[in-house]
Structures are given as structure tokens and as C-alpha cells.
């Protein structure tokens, strides 16, 4: 098994980046992890047959009809021995919260923030 950490930068949060990117690694039979980073960037975590792995690196790079992908760096890294493709969820500070509880509740799409 071969395994990879990344970062992806560009418009890449709020956008449905990280679900899409689920999706793919789900599709694609892949495990690890994706998160979203302070500095608005998406780190990940991926795991499986190299050959998987370069499509899914390639599919990051394509990004979603809503992303705007400005660079993906990979480096080779040492299996974590997952067990499934998580999203991993996170905040920061309180702002960010209720941010994301008042997108919840009343369903604004991502432009209007």
C-alpha cells in the first residue's frame, strides 16, 4: 500500500471541495483524510494502490464545478492504516462556529459569505 499527504490551495473552502474529494477517494476504493487549514488551504491524507492514488491527485487537481484550484503539492508519507475516507471537521474560533451554525440553520449558500 502506498500513501501520500497534500495540500491543496485556491478557493478551496466553502466551496463542497472536501466532499467532492470524499467521494472520489470513496469512488476510488481510498482511505485517509481531508481538512481544511486556518490559512484557507485543505490538507489530506491518502492511502491505496498507487495507481488510485495519482487519479485521485489528479481529480484534486481538477477540483469541483465550485473550486478554484491554485496548486496541489504531495509528498510520499508513512501509512496511518486507516480504516475509511473521513471529512474531518473543525473550528477555530467562536466566529467561525457561528458561522458555520448559521449556514446550517438557514441553508445560505456558500457565495453569500
Known amino acids: 500500500m502506498n500513501a501520500i499527504k497534500g495540500k491543496v490551495t485556491g478557493e478551496v473552502q466553502g466551496v463542497g471541495y472536501r466532499m467532492y474529494a470524499y467521494r472520489q477517494a470513496h469512488r476510488l476504493g481510498l482511505k485517509g483524510w481531508i481538512k481544511n487549514n486556518s490559512d484557507g488551504s485543505v490538507s489530506f491524507v491518502c492511502e491505496g494502490s498507487g495507481v488510485d492514488i495519482d487519479f485521485f491527485v489528479d481529480l484534486l487537481k481538477r477540483g469541483n464545478e465550485f473550486s478554484k484550484i491554485d496548486n496541489v503539492v504531495v509528498e510520499a508519507t508513512t501509512c496511518e492504516k486507516c480504516s475509511t475516507f473521513t471529512v474531518v471537521e473543525w473550528v ?6 457561528l458561522f458555520k451554525i448559521r449556514r446550517e440553520v438557514f441553508d445560505f449558500p456558500p457565495s453569500i459569505f
Open 92 to 97: 477555530f474560533n467562536e466566529s467561525f462556529l
